[in-house]
């Protein structure tokens, strides 16, 4: 296996991975490649990697502990433990619970601003959630939350226990479990042992060092835990050995595992990931056998850690770079071959033999800086989507992406992509209402359907910047928080960067300025225009 991924790592240009094998109980653990492309350094089975989302399993069974003790109820709400809870719909106020919180039903818009870096910065994105409004109603549907669900879930477990999250991590989880390299905060990672992060945006080019080497603190709970392949396995024990870490340390009780393992939601695109989500952990169907799961990515490293009950393992692996599901896809099929185990299913195959209605599913969806469009062309269903300018630049990819949707089901479609480093994927377009599509989930994110009838006005802001720093900043903060049904069509500097033209489509000149000058006004000076979109700017007609 060795020798197989150093060259699977060689096809896909991915410097390192590190990966454990739990099996009847024994941790067996390997490392190929290097951790650091400029230095050579070798991967080792001690290099620290980064989890990415799989914190939210690590912080799931954290705050099952509080459950177990009876200090938590999964199903009281939220305010019972954080009084001044609010959001914008009063309803979602009064009955969001911890248990939607674990499983990613809440529809809380990630509305949080910029908490900070202090030891507050829980405290801070509750209270800087007042008007989040709702993506979706409470428990209508599953729709993944990067940060915000389980920074609450955080915030709860320190007005519980009386200490910051980070030290609930380390003295209730990380020492029962006997970690010694495993942290939730990334001053206290060995930088020494750190595996250094790395993109790939093409083979050719091969990796290049991350300009983002780590998550804001805001992510802590979902996604700031660094862990080694062995530690991350040692927690996944807890779920082969009903509540027992591998020292014999009892965790949590075995009907708090039953309890994390069986609580589930439906998952709209069942296919990616798994057609179920639990407390803290997906629920995957490979061939009739329940495995439970998680995967996490930061900018530049990613992790994978899969469950398998039935047979008495869990696989995980940790990588600086990625995250390619068909490369964890090849590794862990080999693996479990050898160990006679189940194997990974294959995405499902379109069906030819299905003939849509387009008009069923053709608009926009979206959410706060997201948006996807989905058109007919040529009898065939296309997904596109327009990246940021920051996230084109650092992924050297164009801003405007367009992928065809081929169907595998009225509701589930394959997303392939001619890009050499994308994988295909799947999308779930569903719930139809008067003959069309409510929602659309993708890489297991949720974004409804956007009403754009108010948003016909195209309005160029053209402004004399004083700030050149911080008015980039302001912009890239505010195309993530523009009014619903609202897009952001334009964003240009001059060459000497002290002018810049953004086109924004909104339902009036007077509600782009409210929204420009809340965010920039203080970096520039703006003058705002009603523009015609076909010939003023040199845009599309719509």
Same mark, same amino acid.
Request: charged share 25%; hydrophobic share 40%.
């Given at each position: 296996?060795?020798?197989?991924?150093?060259?699977?790592?060689?096809?896909?240009?991915?410097?390192?991975?590190?990966?454990?094998?739990?099996?009847?109980?024994?941790?067996?653990?390997?490392?190929?490649?290097?951790?650091?492309?400029?230095?050579?350094?070798?991967?080792?089975?001690?290099?620290?990697?980064?989890?990415?989302?799989?914190?939210?399993?690590?912080?799931?069974?954290?705050?099952?502990?509080?459950?177990?003790?009876?200090?938590?109820?999964?199903?009281?709400?939220?305010?019972?433990?954080?009084?001044?809870?609010?959001?914008?719909?009063?309803?979602?106020?009064?009955?969001?619970?911890?248990?939607?919180?674990?499983?990613?039903?809440?529809?809380?818009?990630?509305?949080?601003?910029?908490? !900070?870096?202090?030891?507050?910065?829980?405290?801070?994105?509750?209270?800087?959630?007042?008007?989040?409004?709702?993506?979706?109603?409470?428990?209508?549907?599953?729709?993944?939350?990067?940060?915000?669900?389980?920074?609450?879930?955080?915030?709860?477990?320190?007005?519980?226990?009386?200490?910051?999250?980070?030290?609930?991590?380390?003295?209730?989880?990380?020492?029962?479990?006997?970690?010694?390299?495993?942290?939730?905060?990334?001053?206290?990672?060995?930088?020494?042992?750190?595996?250094?992060?790395?993109?790939?945006?093409?083979?050719?080019?091969?990796?290049?060092?991350?300009?983002?080497?780590?998550?804001?603190?805001?992510?802590?709970?979902?996604?700031?835990?660094?862990?080694?392949?062995?530690?991350?396995?040692?927690?996944?024990?807890?779920?082969?050995?009903?509540?027992?870490?591998?020292? !014999?340390?009892?965790?949590?009780?075995?009907?708090?595992?039953?309890?994390?393992?069986?609580?589930?939601?439906?998952?709209?695109?069942?296919?990616?990931?798994?057609?179920?989500?639990?407390?803290?952990?997906?629920?995957?169907?490979?061939? !009739?056998?329940?495995?439970?799961?998680?995967?996490?990515?930061?900018?530049?490293?990613?992790?994978?850690?899969?469950?398998?009950?039935?047979? !008495?393992?869990?696989?995980?692996?940790?990588?600086?770079?990625?995250?390619?599901?068909?490369?964890?896809?090849?590794?862990?099929?080999?693996?479990?071959?050898?160990?006679?185990?189940?194997?990974?299913?294959?995405?499902?195959?379109?069906?030819?033999?299905?003939?849509?209605?387009?008009?069923?599913?053709?608009?926009?969806?979206?959410?706060?800086?997201?948006?996807?469009?989905?058109?007919?062309?040529?009898?065939?269903?296309?997904?596109?989507?327009?990246?940021?300018?920051?996230?084109?630049?650092?992924?050297?990819?164009?801003?405007?992406?367009?992928?065809?949707?081929?169907?595998?089901?009225?509701?589930?479609?394959?997303?392939?992509?001619?890009?050499?480093?994308?994988?295909?994927?799947?999308?779930?377009?569903?719930?139809?209402?008067?003959?069309?599509?409510?929602?659309?989930?993708?890489?297991?994110?949720?974004?409804?359907?956007?009403?754009?009838?108010?948003?016909?006005?195209?309005?160029?802001?053209?402004?004399?910047?004083?700030?050149?720093?911080?008015?980039?900043?302001?912009?890239?903060?505010?195309?993530?928080?523009?009014?619903?049904?609202?897009?952001?069509?334009?964003?240009?500097?001059?060459?000497?960067?002290?002018?810049?033209?953004?086109?924004?489509?909104?339902?009036?000149?007077?509600?782009?300025?409210?929204?420009?000058?809340?965010?920039?006004?203080?970096?520039?000076?703006?003058?705002?225009?009603?523009?015609?979109?076909?010939?003023?700017?040199?845009?599309?007609?719509?």
């Amino acid at each position: 296996m060795r020798a197989r991924v150093a060259e699977l790592l060689a096809e896909y240009r991915i410097p390192s991975a590190a990966i454990g094998v739990l099996h009847d109980g024994e941790i067996t653990d390997f490392a190929v490649g290097v951790r650091d492309v400029a230095t050579r350094e070798p991967a080792t089975t001690g290099t620290v990697y980064q989890c990415g989302s799989v914190s939210k399993t690590w912080t799931a069974l954290a705050f099952m502990r509080l459950v177990d003790e009876g200090k938590i109820a999964l199903d009281e709400p939220v305010r019972s433990y954080l009084p001044g809870f609010r959001v914008a719909d009063p309803v979602v106020s009064a009955e969001v619970t911890p248990r939607h919180l674990l499983n990613h039903t809440s529809g809380i818009e990630e509305s949080y601003g910029d908490p !900070g870096e202090d030891d507050d910065v829980y405290e801070r994105m509750v209270a800087n959630i007042a008007d989040a409004r709702q993506v979706h109603p409470l428990g209508h549907t599953h729709g993944y939350s990067a940060a915000l669900g389980y920074a609450i879930l955080a915030r709860v477990m320190e007005v519980t226990d009386g200490r910051r999250w980070d030290d609930i991590m380390t003295d209730r989880l990380f020492g029962p479990l006997g970690l010694t390299s495993t942290s939730s905060r990334r001053e206290h990672v060995d930088r020494g042992r750190a595996a250094t992060g790395y993109l790939v945006r093409s083979l050719e080019e091969g990796p290049v060092l991350t300009p983002l080497d780590h998550l804001p603190r805001s992510f802590g709970p979902g996604g700031n835990v660094s862990t080694t392949a062995r530690e991350l396995l040692t927690m996944a024990h807890v779920f082969l050995d009903d509540g027992r870490a591998p020292n !014999g340390t009892r965790i949590v009780s075995p009907g708090i595992v039953r309890e994390m393992t069986e609580s589930r939601v439906p998952v709209p695109d069942p296919y990616l990931f798994g057609p179920e989500w639990a407390l803290g952990l997906i629920v995957c169907d490979w061939h !009739g056998q329940t495995v439970y799961a998680h995967d996490g990515s930061t900018v530049s490293q990613s992790a994978r850690l899969r469950i398998l009950p039935e047979s !008495g393992i869990a696989v995980a692996m940790l990588a600086n770079a990625g995250p390619r599901d068909s490369f964890y896809r090849k590794v862990f099929n080999e693996i479990l071959a050898d160990l006679g185990a189940v194997t990974i299913p294959a995405l499902p195959e379109p069906d030819p033999a299905l003939a849509l209605d387009p008009a069923r599913y053709e608009g926009s969806y979206g959410r706060p800086g997201t948006r996807y469009e989905v058109a007919a062309e040529q009898g065939k269903l296309h997904l596109r989507f327009t990246l940021n300018p920051m996230e084109a630049q650092l992924l050297d990819k164009p801003e405007q992406l367009d992928y065809e949707l081929a169907p595998i089901s009225e509701t589930h479609f394959l997303m392939t992509s001619d890009d050499p480093i994308e994988d295909p994927q799947t999308v779930a377009i569903y719930e139809f209402e008067n003959g069309s599509a409510r929602y659309l989930h993708t890489n297991c994110r949720v974004h409804p359907r956007i009403d754009e009838e108010s948003a016909t006005v195209h309005v160029m802001a053209v402004s004399t910047i004083s700030d050149h720093d911080g008015f980039w900043d302001s912009i890239k903060q505010a195309y993530g928080r523009l009014p619903e049904g609202a897009r952001w069509t334009v964003a240009v500097a001059s060459a000497d960067g002290t002018r810049a033209v953004n086109v924004i489509v909104h339902d009036s000149v007077d509600g782009v300025r409210s929204f420009f000058e809340e965010h920039a006004g203080r970096h520039a000076t703006t003058d705002y225009f009603e523009a015609d979109a076909a010939n003023a700017v040199g845009l599309p007609t719509l």
